[in-house]
């Protein structure tokens, strides 16, 4: 079975500073990983996914995440918070059969202080 | 480019009455679809998914019952809401299911807010 773990229920940083969203996962195969941000009474926005190659993953609003296969982590970063990437952010994770919806973790939630 | 409606956005629901969501896709074709719900704006549950017209899979047992009447229409019922039913409501799509898909992204509707008093 595959499973995602997002470690962190709450995550707070200062505006300016570096953030990181833990995201560990455990599958059988080789893992397709997802990230997605969801702000207040919205849908999932997709913001990036590592499929295969580069072990750092660059996405949209300036987010990027890396993959580490001997950790089994898919952390996302950004290099510095702003109070608008105060949001939920979800970790996903898919095998290799192609006929399976995405595992989701259970959300971290970001706050960028002022 | 494709697109995905959902509505009502919000809807409050007496207990003991039927529901009625709706969702659809525009720009694909033959699209995967799924219907999760969120409670207390934290982690999603799968509800349903369906490959193709009049085929669903249920993921967890309950009140609520999907169909897919159409290949971009995906809707989502209950004979009798329960109190546990209140949550938000999100509809995804994907393109359908093939060898290499395992890479594709899932793509989110806006949700409906459902209170049930």
């Known amino acids: 079975a595959q499973s995602v773990a997002q470690p962190e229920d709450q995550v707070n940083v200062a505006e300016g500073n570096p953030l990181t969203v833990k995201c560990t996962y455990s599958?059988?195969?080789?893992?397709?990983l997802f990230w997605y941000v969801q702000y207040p009474n919205r849908g999932l926005q997709f913001l990036l996914k590592y499929i295969t190659g580069d072990n750092l993953v660059k996405g949209s609003y300036g987010f990027e995440a890396e993959f580490n296969k001997s950790q089994t982590s898919f952390h996302l970063k950004k290099p510095s918070a702003l109070v608008s990437d105060s949001a939920l952010y979800f970790c996903a994770v898919r095998v290799f059969s192609g006929n399976t919806p995405l595992v989701f973790g259970k959300g971290t939630r970001l706050s960028v202080i002022a | 480019s494709q697109t995905i409606h959902q509505w009502p956005a919000t809807l409050v629901q007496p207990v003991g009455s039927p529901l009625s969501l709706e969702c659809t896709v525009e720009g694909t074709s033959n699209p995967n679809l799924y219907w999760y719900r969120q409670a207390a704006g934290r982690g999603l549950q799968l509800l349903f998914y369906s490959v193709g017209i009049g085929q669903i899979s249920s993921e967890v047992p309950q009140n609520l019952s999907a169909s897919r009447p159409q290949d971009r229409q995906f809707i989502l019922s209950s004979k009798k809401l329960l109190l546990s039913d209140s949550g938000f409501y999100l509809c995804?799509?994907?393109?359908?299911?093939?060898?290499?898909?395992?890479?594709?992204?899932?793509?989110f509707g806006p949700g409906t807010r459902l209170t049930v008093l």
């Open positions: 995804a799509w994907g393109p359908s299911f093939t060898r290499l898909s395992s890479t594709d992204t899932q793509y």
């Open positions: 599958v059988s195969g080789n893992p397709y």
